[in-house]
Every structure is written in C-alpha cells, then in structure tokens.
C-alpha cells in the first residue's frame, strides 16, 4: 500500500503535541496551549508562545490547556490549536487535505475517540484514524509486538498513564488512570503550600519537578531555588528546596501508578508474566524521565524496568510507523479507523 505525502501522525498529548509527517520524521514538538481573546474569540498564540503566557495573562485574555486527563476539554480551542499546527507543518494548501492518525488513551469512551476524529477532521483532515497510545508507544520503543510473546509497556503522559501488556500485536489485558505528569505538578504545589506556606505557579512547579524532581533518592542530593508568595506575609519568598524534598512531596501520585503497574501484571496470564519479567517493562513518555522512577517499579513488581530510549516520542514516532505499515496494524491491533472496518480506509 502507498501513502501520500500528505500522511501525518499527532501525538495529542495533554502536555505537549508531537507531529510526524511520513519520510520526515518528527516536524513539531510544542506545548498544548493556548492564549485566546476572551472578547473577540481570537487566537492570539499557540504552543510554547501561549505556554509562556500561562499565569501571566491580562483579563482579557485566557492561556488555557484545551486537553485534559489525555481526553479533550475544550472542544473548541482544540480545533484552533490543531489547524495551526497543520498549517505549521504542511502549509494552508487546500487542494491535498493530509490524511491524519492520531493517538489516543487506552481507557478513553466511545464519545471521546469520536471528539477526537471530528476535531481532526474540522482542522482540516482529509480522513482520520486514531491508536491506542500504549500500542503506539510499544512501536516506537522498538517492540516487535506482532511476535507470539508478551511485552508490558508503561507510558506515562501529562495526563495519563496508560499501561499494557500487549502480544501478537494487541493489547492482552491494559488500564488507564488519570494521573501523570499534571498530577505531579499538583503535588509539589500542595507540597509547597503546605511544607513552605509559598504559593508557586504551574510553570514553577513544572521546572522543580523537570529540575530536581524525583521518584527515588539520588545519589547527589540536588537543589534548586523557587521564589513564590509567602502565604503568610503576601510578599515575595525565595527559598531554597532539595530533591530529597520532591520524592517526598511525589510519592502519592507515584505510588498510585506503582499500584496500577501491580494490578495489571495480576491479570495477566502467566504464559505472558514469565515473558515480560525475562524481557522487563518499558517506560515512555515524558513522565518516565522522572529520576528513579523505574527503580521504584522495578523494586515494588521485581520485574526488571528500564526507560526507552528518546521516552517523549515514542509514541508520535509509533503512529508515524503504525501510519507507514498501515497494513501490518489493522483495527485488531489497537487502531480504530473511523467509518471503516479494514486497513484500506486510507485509501482514496
């Protein structure tokens, strides 16, 4: 089968948005926000421009996330932040409309997928499909998973995590919770609030936790300077926090994905258990690059984890190959092409 040049692959993250275009590889990588005139309804910036905003935004202008929990919450601000993607990246041609595979939670509803395809679709979609994110993940990471043996794979997102074991190309037994990278930025904020009586932004919290954050004890203790609002005095603080600190201020977001790792090896068969604790766990996403947190999977399973090279595009890069071999992944193997029940739906 032949695609055109035109086919796309978005990992629409809540987080971020990451664009493969076919025989090029991944074209853009920015922030999923955006800033809009709350009056005139008008885009004012999209991506790491409107990320800069956030907390920083007059009355009249609102920087918001249009993603949230890995499903869309603004239906709206979605399609405006998609179609100046794609005009980002193939251009305001009319005439060749790109054909467009888009990622997607494991554990996300009928309705949700659908939101998704007609937000595509309205920003300018020819056709649309979408894939189960932790098989795109599984791809990317360089999993052979059309073999007859089991392969876990761990994705933690901005807004989800989403955990499989997956052979023969398919999902075995997977679950997806709601709680990833946000959530990590919300426990340093309580954590702050609560330790230190200061009141710190998201931007903040999201740089201590890149910066220092961590899941397990680092062997050098790091640390960093933040600067917020003394809840006490009103005024301006800077203090001084450690990394020992954040795996502390972590450990309840982090402990609840340890759980769910732990729930899905339950219901796993036991053929595929003694497959994945020879060939061990693997991490994607850009939660995954939390310092130690594979050493606490790794220590609370006893099966050997290990992260993926290159986390963060994992799975932009598996739906780009997923897109480039549609014929190898068909809607048996985690890809719900939309209106159409074979591998031809592209074609055309």
Known sequence: MIFGSQDIGID???ASVLVYVKGRGIVLREPSVVAVDKVTGQLLAV????????????????????????VISDYRYTEMMLNHFMNKVVGRRLFFKPRIMVCI??????????SVEEATMHAGARKTATIEEPIAAAIGAGLDIGRPYGSMVVDIGGGTTDIAVISLGSSVVSDSIKIAGDKFDEAILRYMRKKHNLLIGERTAEDMKMTIGSAFPRKETLFMEVTGRNLISGLPKT???????????????VQAILEAVHSVLERTPPEISADIFERGIVMTGGGALLYGIDIRIQQYTRV???VAEDAISCVAIGTGMALESMTSFGKKNGLMQAGAGNEDYFNG
Request: aromatic letters at 2%.
């Open 12 to 14: 629409l993250g809540t």
């Open 47 to 70: 991506g790491e421009e409107a990320r800069r905003m956030l907390g920083r935004t007059p009355g009249n202008i609102v920087a918001v996330r249009p993603l949230k929990d890995g």
């Open 105 to 114: 939670p494991s554990g996300v509803t009928e309705v949700e997928r659908r």
């Open 239 to 253: 203090i001084t926090v450690s990394s020992d600190e954040m795996v502390e201020a972590l450990d309840e977001p």
């Open 304 to 306: 050997p984890c290990y």
